[in-house]
T-cell receptor
Framework: EAQVTQNPRYLITVTGKKLTVTCSQN?????MSWYRQDPGLGLRQIYY???????DKGDVPEGYKVSRKEKRNFPLILESPSPNQTSLYFC?????????????FGPGTRLTVT | AQSVTQLDSHVSVSEGTPVLLRCNYS??????LFWYVQHPNKGLQLLLK??????LVKGINGFEAEFKKSETSFHLTKPSAHMSDAAEYFC?????????????FGKGTKLSVKP
């Protein structure tokens, strides 16, 4: 089954403790992206990757890191999480970048930073 | 710069009555426009998309949207609401000429369906 998977689905952590949220897709998609969703704000892009070893900042990259060493994986790293990073995070992938390609979303990771 | 405005944060309809979710966009170029749906505790699913072909776009589950360039609108409609349509709906714009594939999301409209 074609899908985007994220782990963990739920995470509660403390301020400053490094964490990684994994994202994997099995559709051989070139483009992958991370979004955060906050009430009343919709989804905002954090980082994206056009292909392996090619990443760039989205609209809200502060406090996040990403890497793209393999085509299927695109982990999101929070080196020193803070409470304002409490949010619902979505990973997405599409065949290619650009507006004509449907993005497929993972199920989401709900992160709470205390 | 692109932006999208969903005119209602919450819409409530009765089962069997029409649904109208309003969306206005702003884009420097010919936009691509999408509607995504998010059911409670679920990820996002594409309902339909407009990419400069027919201005009336049909999607899944009986939804459709009409691209009106003169009004910069892309409203989502359905003739008859079903209880299973209760969800949050996002209007999304993407710059046709951009290469980064960034989707700009509206703030969402929560649709409630009363029996």
């Amino acid at each position: 089954e074609a899908q985007v998977t994220q782990n963990p689905r739920y995470l509660i952590t403390v301020t400053g403790k490094k964490l990684t949220v994994t994202c994997s897709q099995n559709m051989n998609h070139e483009y992958m992206s991370w979004y955060r969703q906050d009430p009343g704000l919709g989804l905002r892009q954090i980082y994206y990757s056009m292909n392996v070893e090619v990443t760039d900042k989205g609209d809200v990259p502060e406090g996040y890191k990403v890497s793209r060493k393999e085509k299927r994986n695109f982990p999101l790293i929070l080196e020193s999480p803070s409470p304002n990073q409490t949010s619902l995070y979505f990973c997405a992938s599409s065949l290619s970048g650009g507006p004509n390609y449907e993005q497929y979303f993972g199920p989401g990771t709900r992160l709470t930073v205390t | 710069a692109q932006s999208v405005t969903q005119l209602d944060s919450h819409v409530s309809v009765s089962e069997g009555t029409p649904v109208l979710l309003r969306c206005n966009y702003s884009s420097s170029y010919s936009p691509s426009l999408f509607w995504y749906v998010q059911h409670p505790n679920k990820g996002l699913q594409l309902l339909l998309k407009y990419t400069s072909a027919a201005t009336l776009v049909k999607g899944i589950n009986g939804f459709e949207a009409e691209f009106k360039k003169s009004e910069t609108s892309f409203h989502l409609t359905k003739p008859s609401a079903h209880m299973s349509d209760a969800a949050e709906y996002f209007c999304v714009v993407s710059d046709r000429w951009g290469s980064q594939g960034n989707l700009i999301f509206g703030k969402g409209t929560k649709l409630s369906v009363k029996p």
